[in-house]
Every structure is written in structure tokens, then in C-alpha cells.
């Protein structure tokens, strides 16, 4: 072996150490050197299992060995052997090279005599630390072509790797490998998984659908070798093709986009409403002065013949534009096909019933299982196929109605615990009503335990669920709908002994034709039959108010709909090399998809959503009020907003650093568990790598990450004051750790709960269809001849009801391959700095063992809202879960 190659090789085996035969490793060094060696093979699923596996010190001297070398010309040339992994699988054009099914392979090529043949996939290594020729770009180095052989029939497994070695020369000066540049002269887009050179155990994760050269794309695409660099750390043979990297990304804001291209780019929200189909589907562009909006991926599709400023649906089987690389994996296109046809089959038999009006809401008992099952598939009984899994809320023989406890435990530990405040003055004021509360002492002082009204507020025993300033504008137009009804309700609760919730009084408000004033009427728990009823219609209303803001508010606008400008503006201004980029990778998975799905059946104009809660086709303009009225990222963190709402204190002896006012608030206790670990994981991260505020302010594609993110990605809010500045390492640990909190464990809980807290209909309406009777209506005489008529009558129908189920257990549902919070398959990244490979780990552990806390808490009996007798254990903060339906599982991305 030439000496200049020779030590090459023996610098960088220097750099990846091998000192496996030490006895007194630690586990997590041990696991690096394995994790090392796998990815050199490529292979890091069984780490964990392989962890006390003696490796032989002869693979060292076999990597080194393994190069060959071959003298041309007085130049001395080394041959480099990779491995070019391809994953099969269907694409969305269905023209990939290979068959959607595969089996695992090795085949060896070595590179064709014509570089430009016809055919191929063309590769070039891109030296590192070398500059070529002109002094100003990478050296590189020969082209190879792999060619896919003609009689290479492959079968076997969805989601297989084929796995073709080629043999790259380079020259003893080529230096270090950095990048391999890839052009793809078939027909025909492929998923290239991988590229591994193992003599140098370099490791390329390339994880992405490459587009064929003639048609589609003429640039090659650059693939980085798996090591995090700051743009001033960048090698010099890399800078020039990092920059020029993100370049294609960004696109010119122009043309329609293409379901092949990678291009992130934003828009406002004018592709909601579909005028072209009539006045009814008409909806005004969120973004902008009047409907403050944050923005989305850009589609460039053609605008609608009617509005020149709305953009045209998709039309057919079209779907709406993500960057082809943000397209779902096929287990879950499957997984999710498969769930849509259950649904179908749910909702055949209610639909009919409804149509023959033989049936009401209440008996959709009559379609739920008798026991749950882990995951519903085509191969049960036909039985099975047409019922549903039972709601955790759900208790055959037990009432059909919300019951009181059960209506207070719900705000701290249900479909919905991001609501409740504690309330500071009494009555509450309102700032859009300028008249009196309605709400007078005499409403709830013989609820309070004998305390006086301010003895109950200094002694933070009262509490509220506030949604009257958030409905008021929109009441009487939502009530102009056919079929829906809704009040501004506002909702006070008392904190018992126990550390339970008592619902104490109601007040529903309708607008007058006095823009001043309200109209408003106030319910109290009940005394007789009468009040009863009225009560029970009280609570479902705020049930169905509860439910959108849920839903529309804290789930859509606070994490969907915010979040992703921050994906779109990483993928612009963050290399992947970046280890900010890196950090934040898992956990934008999907997000984009997942959000043009809801703007393509769900949030759009008579979409699954606006059929199903009550203010119909107003309710994205009240997500575009509430984003201008009180969104604020920096109150997002869950201490932050903790202490807003004034459920928590500042306490620094605290783990956590504030002290919750109400102690059994099972989303707050362990959701601060897991936003401490993202912390101390996030600070250990950054650190790490920006020691002082000169790194901070020097990483200009950081810089440029924050800046798009508020000016594209929020232009609505770019001026605003509240945001916080990222000028110090404090700052970013401030940011990530928001983002990350929100896109993992906030996710969860709003999105998991949604089918067992908020699945059951009769229990949970999230659609109302009536007012409540007041004496002298024509219809309160029907309500006092037959009230469970009349409450039956005022929500959704069977067949509503049936739908309303099967949206919400799909949109609950764990994929076969969900990625969790804890668990990274790209530690491959930082072997070379193992203060962050162990932090990694630690985090890891500290998720499991968070995991363990929950399952004590909720066989505390002094927990009283997660153990107790017909109590639901709390486990939508439990960080794993099984397949399907579960209540459970802190996924590491937005994926539903």
C-alpha cells in the first residue's frame, strides 16, 4: 500500500477507535464501538442485543488490509469498495426501478468502461479536506456507473434492501471522502437508502428518492458522509457543495410543483375553499391584515376559475404537493388504507339505520365491542369489522351521559387538559363583552365548602374554562348553519379536598342586536328533573365547545399549523450536516404530509372536520382570530404556559422549576417529567457544540433558520416583541427545547386522547344541533314531555356519530413502524463525540425509566384523577405504545 494512502486510512481508523477487549469500558462506550461497527455494515437495529459480543481485534487489520491498490501511469491508485444500499417499495408515481416487492441481495459490479452509458447509476466521490484542479471546488473522483442487471428478477418483502458493491479508484492524494455525488440516467426514480465505505468506516445516510437525470432532475445529488459540522467547521472541500445543496431546496417561488421535486417553499392559506364548486364552498385566504395566518408548503397549483387569488383543489386521485422525500413509507400508506376501509365498513349500518330514522345516537352502544382489542385488521370476524373498539370513557351498563366527576377530571387528564386556568377574579371579565358577567355570588356559593368567594380564589380552589371571548363573534353565524347550534360558554369548577374538579356553574352567551351587550343565562348543578336535563344540555354544550377548541385550536393552530414553517425553513437553511439539523431531523418526520392531508379531507371546505364540529365552515376563521388574539411562541414551553394559565408556580427547588397549584394534574406532573429530559438533553446538545455567544452569532444558516422561520414562516407576527431572540446558547436551548416538546409530547396528548376521550359521542358531542329550551320557546314543551328526546335530538345523529368515531380512531392510531421519543436510528452521527452519544443514551434511559414513574402514579390511590374505581389510568404521556388505537405512545414527530 502506498504510504500517503496507508496513512490516510491509518488517521482515520485513529479517529473511529476500536477498543472493544477493554474490560472496564463503560456500557455506553462499548455500545459506541458496537454502534460503530454497525454502521459500518449499515446495520444498527441489533446494538442493543449485540451489546456483550467480544468483536476480534483482526477487524482492524482486515479494514486496512482490504484495500487494494494498482499502479497507472506512476500514480498510485486505491481502490475503495462501498456499498450502495437500495430499499424497495412502491413510490407515489408508481415508476420506481424495482418492483414493490424485493429481496435482500448482494450483487458485485465493478465500474463500466463507459461512464456515459445509456443506462446507470452514476457515482463520484467528493474529497473532503482536497480541492480540485481550478482550486475552488472538491477534488473528485472518477465516475463509476452501477447498472442494474437485465435479468435480475427480484422477490421477496416490502421494505427489503437490496445491497449492489461497486469499487471506487481514487489517487493517493484524494484525501477523505465527504460526499458521494449520485446521478440517476434511468428512467425511473429509486429510494437509495445507503452508501458505506467500510475500509474507511464511512458511513453516507442517504435515506431519499433520487429522480431520473433527463426527465427531471440534470443536478447530482450530494450525499454527506454521517458527521455533524457548523458551517465554519465545514472541510474545504465541502463548503461550496453544502451551500449548493441547500440552494436546491429552496426553489424560485415559481411554477407548480411537481410530485417528484424536493422544493420547500411557503404560502398562505388560499387553498382551503373550493369557489369554483359554488358560494358554499367558498372560505377567505388565511394569511394576510384580515385572517392573520401562519404559512404552509407551497403547491403552486392554478387558481380557481372564480378567484383569482384561491388556488385550485387537487382534482382526481391528485394529492396535494409535499417534497417527494416527505411522502409517507408504505407500511404506513398501507396501514393507513387499511384503517380507512374499516371505517367504511363502520359507518355502512348506522348510515342505513339514520335513513330508515329507527334509531338515535344513544344506541351507538349497540356498534362498540364488548372488550378492547390491541388493533383492529381485514381478518377478523364480520362481527368485529362492524363494531368499534369501546372509548376508554366508555363503560357498558354505566350512563350514557357525562357525569359530573367525570366531567371535572376530564379538563386535568383528558381529551382537552390544555384549557383549564385558575381563575383570579370573580365575576370573570371578558374582554370582548364590556357588560357584567352574568355569574353573581348566589350562583356558586353554596358549592364552595362553606369558604367565601375571595377565600376560595387566595386559596386557588376555583378554576375556569373560559371560551367565551373565542366563540362570541362567531355565535350567531354559526347558528345561522343548518343543524348546529353553539353558545360562548363559560365554565367555573372548584377544586375539592379530594384534588378533583366540581363543575359549580355554566353561562352560555348569544350575541343581541346590540353589539354591547349579551345575552346570558346561567346553570348550576342540578335540584330537580328539570335542571337535571338543563344541566346535562349545559355540559354538552361546553363538551361541544371543548372539542373544537381542542381539536381546531390547540391541536391544528398550536402545533400543526405553527410548526410547520419551522420544518420548511430548516430544510432551506439548515445543511444536513448541521447539528442543529441533525437534533431536529426525527422530529419533523411526516409533519408535511400530514398537514396536506388535512388541508386536502379534513380542514377544507366540507371537509371531515368542518362536518363534524359546530361552527362548521367558520372554524379556521376562529383558528385565524385565536393565532392573531393570543398565540405566542414564547409562551409554548409547558412551564411557561403552566404559569400563564396559573396552574403553576415559580419554584426553583423544584425538579422542574415551578410548583403546580394543583397537584393531581396528570397531564402537567408527567409532562414536566419529559420536558425536563428534553432539556437537560437539549442544553448537554448545544453546549456542546456553541460554546459562547460568538458561535451563536456566527452560525449564519442557524441564524438564517430562526430569521425565515418568524419572517416566512409567521409574517403575520414577524414585528411582534414576544419573540424571543436567539442571540446566546441559552436562547437556542429556550427554542429547541419548545419545539421539541411540542412536536413530540404535546402532540401526543392532544392527538392519542382523541378517540378514547373524545370518541364517545353521547358522552363528548363536538357537534350540537340545538339551543337549550327557555321557558315560552315552542320547544320547551317538548323538552319537558320527553327530555332524553330532547337532549338525543340536540346531538349529532347515529349515523353523524358513527363517522365522527371512525375519523377519530384513524386519526389516533399507531403505525406498524412509529418512531418514539427516546429512540434515535442515527447515533452513527456523533460516534466521533461521545458527549453526545451518551447524552443520547442517557436521555433514552431517563425516558424509560419516566415510563415507570407513570405506571406508579397511576396506582396511587391518593391520585384521584388516575386511580380509583372506574378511573382511567393516565397513560397518554406514556412515552411507547403497541400498534394501533391505544391511548398511549409519545411518537418523536408530528405524524397524525
Keep these: 500500500m502506498a504510504a500517503g494512502t496507508k496513512s490516510v486510512m491509518l488517521a482515520l481508523l485513529d479517529t473511529f477507535p476500536l477498543h472493544v477487549h477493554h474490560n472496564n469500558a463503560s456500557p455506553l462506550c462499548q455500545e459506541r464501538r458496537l454502534m460503530m461497527l454497525s454502521c459500518i455494515s ?133 484525501g477523505v471522502p465527504g460526499a458521494v455525488a449520485v446521478l440517476n440516467r434511468y428512467d425511473s426514480e429509486f429510494f437509495l437508502d445507503s452508501i458505506n465505505i467500510q475500509q474507511l468506516n464511512l458511513h453516507f445516510p442517504c435515506k431519499s428518492w433520487v429522480q431520473p437525470e433527463n426527465k427531471i432532475d440534470p443536478h447530482k445529488r450530494i450525499f454527506f458522509f454521517n458527521k455533524v459540522y457548523l458551517p465554519f467547521e465545514t472541510p474545504i472541500g465541502l463548503k461550496q457543495v453544502r451551500e449548493r445543496d441547500l440552494r436546491q431546496m429552496r426553489g424560485d417561488s415559481r411554477g407548480r410543483r411537481k410530485s417528484c421535486d424536493r422544493i420547500y417553499e411557503y404560502d398562505v392559506y388560499n387553498d382551503l375553499g373550493d369557489p369554483d364548486k359554488g358560494d358554499e364552498y367558498e372560505r377567505p385566504t388565511l394569511g394576510g391584515q384580515n385572517n392573520p395566518y401562519p404559512t404552509r408548503c407551497r403547491t403552486g397549483r392554478p ?82 369489522l362492524f363494531k368499534f373498539d369501546p372509548p376508554k370513557i366508555f363503560s357498558r351498563g354505566k ?67 373560559d371560551y367565551h371571548d373565542i366563540f362570541l363573534p362567531f355565535v350567531d353565524r354559526i347558528n345561522a348553519l343548518d343543524d348546529r347550534k353553539a353558545y360562548a360558554t363559560t365554565t367555573i369548577f372548584f377544586l375539592t379536598k379530594m384534588g378533583t374538579l366540581k363543575a ?55 402545533i400543526h399549523a405553527t410548526m410547520e414553517p419551522f420544518i420548511i425553513a430548516a430544510h432551506r437553511q439548515l445543511s444536513v450536516m448541521h447539528p442543529i439539523y441533525k437534533l431536529l431531523h426525527p422530529h419533523m418526520r411526516y409533519t408535511l404530509k400530514t398537514n396536506a392531508t388535512a388541508r386536502e379531507t379534513l380542514i377544507n371546505a366540507g371537509g371531515i372536520l368542518e362536518t363534524n364540529f359546530s361552527p362548521g365552515k367558520y372554524s379556521m376563521q376562529i383558528t385565524s382570530a385565536a393565532y392573531r388574539d393570543w398565540w405566542q411562541f414564547d409562551q409554548e414551553g409547558l412551564p411557561t404556559d403552566l404559569i400563564r394559565r396559573g396552574l403553576a408556580v415559580p419554584d426553583e427547588s423544584q425538579p422542574q422549576g415551578v410548583r403546580l397549584v394543583i397537584e393531581d394534574y396528570p397531564y402537567a406532573a408527567d409532562g414536566l417529567l419529559i420536558w425536563s429530559s428534553i432539556g437537560k438533553l437539549v442544553k448537554t446538545y448545544v453546549n456542546h457544540y456553541y460554546k459562547d455567544v460568538d458561535a451563536i452569532s456566527s452560525d449564519y444558516e442557524l441564524q438564517s433558520w430562526y430569521k425565515e422561520f418568524i419572517n416566512l414562516g409567521h409574517p403575520d407576527h414577524k414585528n411582534a416583541s414576544w419573540w424571543p431572540k436567539l442571540s446566546t446558547p441559552e436562547n437556542l436551548i429556550s427554542i429547541l427545547t419548545t419545539i421539541i416538546w411540542i412536536v413530540t409530547a404535546q402532540h401526543a396528548v392532544l392527538n392519542f386522547s382523541q378517540y378514547h376521550y373524545g370518541g364517545y359521542v353521547p358522552m363528548r358531542p363536538a357537534l350540537m344541533r340545538k339551543l337549550i329550551p327557555k321557558e315560552g320557546d315552542l320547544d320547551y314543551i317538548d323538552f319537558v314531555m320527553d327530555p332524553q328526546r330532547y337532549f338525543e335530538s ?38 466521533e463525540e461521545p458527549e453526545i452519544f451518551d447524552a443520547f443514551k442517557q436521555f433514552s434511559m431517563e425516558i424509560k425509566n419516566i415510563e415507570t414513574e407513570i405506571e406508579k402514579r397511576n396506582a396511587d390511590k391518593k391520585l384521584r384523577n388516575r386511580c380509583g374505581v372506574g378511573v382511567t389510568p393516565y397513560e397518554l404521556l406514556m412515552p411507547w405504545s403497541d400498534q394501533g388505537v391505544t391511548g398511549r405512545g409519545v411518537p418523536n414527530s408530528v405524524t397524525a
Excluded at 357525562?402 to 387528564?413: I, K, N
Excluded at 353554596?446 to 378554576?463: C, P, R, T, V, Y
Design 504 to 558: 359549580i356553574a355554566i353561562q352560555l352567551a348569544l350575541p343581541t342586536m346590540d353589539p354591547n351587550t349579551s345575552s346570558k343565562q346561567v346553570l348550576t348543578p342540578p335540584v330537580d328533573t328539570t335542571t337535571k336535563w338543563l344541566w346535562q344540555l349545559g355540559k354538552a354544550h361546553v363538551c361541544s365547545n371543548d372539542a373544537f377548541v381542542h381539536t381546531y385550536l390547540h391541536h391544528w393552530l398550536r
Design 42 to 174: 449499515g446495520r444498527t437495529n441489533n446494538i442493543v442485543r449485540a451489546r456483550q459480543k467480544q468483536i476480534a481485534p483482526t477487524v482492524v487489520a482486515a479494514l486496512i488490509e482490504s484495500s487494494e491498490k494498482r499502479d497507472l501511469n506512476t500514480t498510485t491508485i486505491t481502490k475503495l469498495t462501498a456499498d450502495v444500499a437500495v430499499r424497495s417499495g412502491n413510490n407515489n408515481n408508481n415508476n420506481n426501478v424495482f418492483a414493490s416487492n424485493m429481496k435482500t441481495l448482494v450483487n458485485i459490479f465493478r465500474p463500466t468502461v463507459q461512464p456515459h452509458a445509456n443506462k446507470g447509476l452514476v457515482l463520484q466521490l467528493v474529497s473532503s479536506d482536497q480541492l480540485g484542479p481550478n482550486g475552488k471546488e472538491a477534488k473528485l473522483s472518477e465516475e463509476i456507473v452501477l447498472e442494474w442487471p437485465e435479468n435480475d428478477v427480484v422477490l421477496g418483502g416490502e421494505g427489503s434492501i437490496n445491497t449492489y458493491k461497486v469499487e471506487f479508484c481514487v489517487d493517493s492524494d484524494f
Design 303 to 384: 387558481p380557481t376559475r372564480i378567484d383569482s387569488h384561491a388556488e385550485s383543489r387537487p382534482s382526481g386521485s391528485e394529492s396535494i404537493y409535499v417534497p417527494r422525500d416527505e411522502e409517507l413509507a408504505d407500511i404506513k400508506k398501507h396501514d393507513l388504507d387499511r384503517a380507512k376501509l374499516i371505517a367504511i365498513a363502520r359507518n355502512i349500518v348506522p348510515a342505513l339505520l339514520d335513513k330508515m330514522g329507527n334509531e338515535g345516537v344513544l344506541n351507538i352502544h349497540n356498534f362498540i365491542r364488548e372488550s378492547r382489542h390491541s388493533h383492529s385488521n381485514l381478518g377478523g370476524t364480520i362481527e368485529e
Design 399 to 465: 350512563s350514557h351521559f357525562l357525569e359530573d366527576d367525570e366531567f371535572g377530571r376530564q379538563v386535568l387528564a383528558g381529551l382537552n387538559p390544555l384549557s383549564i386556568e385558575r381563575l383570579k377574579v370573580f365575576p370573570p371579565v371578558s374582554k370582548l363583552d364590556p357588560c357584567k358577567s352574568a355569574l353573581k355570588e348566589e350562583h356558586i356559593i353554596d358549592h364552595i365548602d362553606g369558604m367565601s368567594i375571595q377565600q376560595a380564589l387566595e386559596d386557588n380552589k376555583l378554576f375556569i374554562l
Design 794 to 831: 340536540s346531538l349529532p345523529s347515529l349515523s353523524q356519530a358513527a363517522k365522527f368515531m371512525a375519523v377519530t380512531s384513524i386519526g389516533s392510531a399507531h403505525s406498524p413502524e412509529e418512531e418514539y421519543i427516546g429512540d434515535r436510528n442515527d447515533l452513527c452521527s456523533w460516534l
